[in-house]
C-alpha cells in the first residue's frame, strides 16, 4: 500500500483527478511553450510579446466549469514557466501580466474564484528562467544557450529572487494545495526552503523537482513499471502530444487513451494532474472542453474503484492468468476496498468473459460500474482450462459496445478471504 504521511499533506490521496494549467506568452504564437528554446525565437522578439498579452475573454469560473466536468477537484496553474514571465503581481521583475494590455493580475483572479468555488488550487513554478538577468543560462538542457548583453549571472542573487517570489505566491493568494516545482537543472540543493514552504503553507505537498526530496513523485506521460506506487506519486500528461501550451493543429491524444492512462495511475495508488493549454484570448481549446467531459462521464460513474481504495496488486502473480498470462496481466488492473474487489479494464477486454483466476469464491454480486449493468458469474471449469480447477469466470461483457472507454466491475463478495 502507498505510505502516507501521517499528518496534514495526507489530504493529497483525497485529491485524485486534477487540471494542469500551462498558459503564457508562448500562447499567441501557439507553437509550443519552449518555443524560445526549441525553435529558437530571438529573446528580444519573444519579450516584446509582452506589449500584445491581452487574454480579455478569460474567465476562471469557466475554466473551473470545465475541471469540475471531468469530476476534477484542483487545478494547479503555472506561475512562470521557463521563459520567466510571470502570471501575477510580482514586485521583484517588470516581466510580468501587470505590464501587460491586460494589466490585471490572473492569478489573483483564479484564485478567488477557486476559493469561492471550492476548488483547491496548486502553483507551478519553473526554476530555470530565460529573462533574468541573474539566472546562468549556460546552454545545459532547459537553459538558453550561452549569456546575452547585459546579463549578470550570480547563483546566490538569482535564488534569493526565486525565494522572494515563491514567497509571494505562498502568502497572498489564499490556501495552496501543492507546489510544483520545474526542472531542477542547477542541482539547487536546499531543502529548508521547502520547510519554509511548509510554514506558509501548512500541508501543502511538495514534488520532487525542487530543492530538497519532496513529497511525490511526478511521472510525466508515462505509466511506470509494476502496478503499486512505493511512494505518493502524481502522474502528469496533457490533452495535446506535442505541446503543454496551446498548439494551433495540435495532436491531441484519444480519449480513451486518456482515460487508460488516468486508470491505471488510479489503480497504483497515485494522483492524476491532466493539462489545458488556454488559448491567448484566455479560452479553452473546444477540444480540450468536449474530451474533459467525456472523461468526466466516465470518472464520475467509476469514481468508487479509486475512492478509499488501494491497489491489490497482490492479487496477480506470474501464473494468474493461464494461457497467454502476459497478455491478459497487462489488461487487467485491480483495486480494492473491503470485500469489494474493482477489476479495471484500461486495455479493454479482448472477449466477452473473463476468467479470474485464481478467485475460486462466487460473488455476492458482480456490477459493471460504467453503467450499473448486473453481470452474471459462475465458477466453473471452462474448455481453456479444463485441466484446472473451477476459477471464476465473468460473463456477458458489452465488449463490443464499450470500446472507447475503460470497463470497471465491482466484485461483492461475502468474506474477506475470497482466494
Known amino acids: 500500500m502507498v505510505p502516507k504521511f501521517g499528518d496534514g499533506r495526507d489530504s493529497f490521496f483525497e485529491r485524485r483527478l486534477g487540471m494542469f494549467v500551462h498558459w503564457g506568452l508562448y500562447s499567441i504564437h501557439a507553437w509550443h511553450e519552449q518555443e524560445l528554446w526549441r525553435q529558437g525565437t530571438p529573446r528580444k522578439e519573444y519579450e516584446a510579446l509582452m506589449r500584445e498579452f491581452d ?17 476534477m477537484s484542483f487545478i494547479c496553474f503555472t506561475t512562470k514557466h521557463h521563459d520567466g514571465f ?11 501580466i501587470m505590464h501587460t494590455p491586460y494589466g490585471k493580475d490572473i492569478l489573483r483572479e483564479l484564485a478567488d474564484a477557486c476559493q469561492r468555488r471550492g476548488m483547491q488550487l496548486g502553483l507551478y513554478y519553473s526554476i530555470p528562467d530565460w529573462h533574468h538577468p541573474n539566472y546562468n543560462n549556460q546552454g545545459r538542457h532547459h537553459q538558453m544557450f550561452g549569456h546575452r548583453a547585459g546579463d549578470e549571472p550570480d547563483e546566490e542573487k538569482y535564488f534569493t529572487f526565486v525565494k522572494n517570489q515563491v514567497e509571494e505566491l505562498l502568502t497572498g493568494y489564499g490556501p495552496i494545495c501543492q507546489l510544483f516545482w520545474d526542472v531542477n537543472v542547477d542541482e539547487w540543493f536546499e531543502p529548508e526552503f521547502n520547510e519554509q514552504v511548509r510554514k506558509w503553507q501548512p500541508g501543502i505537498v511538495i514534488n520532487d523537482r525542487g530543492p530538497g526530496p519532496g513529497d511525490f513523485a511526478t511521472p510525466e506521460r508515462m505509466i511506470p513499471e509494476g502496478k503499486e506506487f512505493a511512494k505518493p506519486t502524481q502522474g502528469n500528461s496533457a490533452f495535446g502530444r506535442e505541446s503543454w501550451g496551446f498548439r494551433i493543429d495540435e495532436d491531441y491524444y484519444a480519449d480513451k487513451y486518456l482515460i487508460g492512462s488516468i486508470d491505471k495511475i488510479l489503480s497504483m495508488g497515485g494522483t492524476y494532474l491532466l493539462n489545458v493549454g488556454p488559448k491567448a484570448d484566455g479560452t479553452l481549446a473546444e477540444e480540450n472542453i468536449k474530451s474533459l467531459k467525456v472523461i468526466g462521464d466516465w470518472y464520475k460513474k467509476v469514481k468508487e474503484a479509486f475512492e478509499g481504495c488501494h491497489p491489490a496488486s497482490y492479487l496477480i502473480n506470474d501464473d494468474f492468468w493461464g494461457l497467454d498470462q502476459k497478455i491478459i496481466r497487462d489488461r487487467i488492473w485491480t483495486t480494492r476496498k473491503g470485500n469489494s474487489v474493482y477489476v479495471h479494464l484500461p486495455e479493454g477486454a479482448q472477449s466477452t468473459g473473463l476468467i479470474l483466476k485464481p478467485v475460486r469464491v462466487l460473488p455476492r454480486k458482480v456490477v459493471l460500474l460504467n453503467n450499473g449493468q448486473e453481470l452474471k458469474a459462475k465458477v466453473e471449469v ?36 475470497f482466494i
Open 55 to 71: 487574454p480579455v475573454k478569460f474567465d476562471p469560473d469557466l475554466w473551473i466549469d470545465a475541471a469540475e466536468s471531468a469530476g
Open 86 to 96: 510571470c502570471m501575477w503581481d510580482t514586485q521583484y521583475t517588470d516581466y510580468n
Open 382 to 417: 471452462t474448455p481453456w482450462h479444463y485441466m484446472e480447477p473451477a476459477w471464476l469466470h465473468v460473463i456477458g461483457l458489452p465488449t463490443n459496445e464499450m470500446q472507447d472507454t475503460v470497463m470497471v466491475l465491482r466484485l461483492d463478495f461475502d468474506e474477506e478471504d
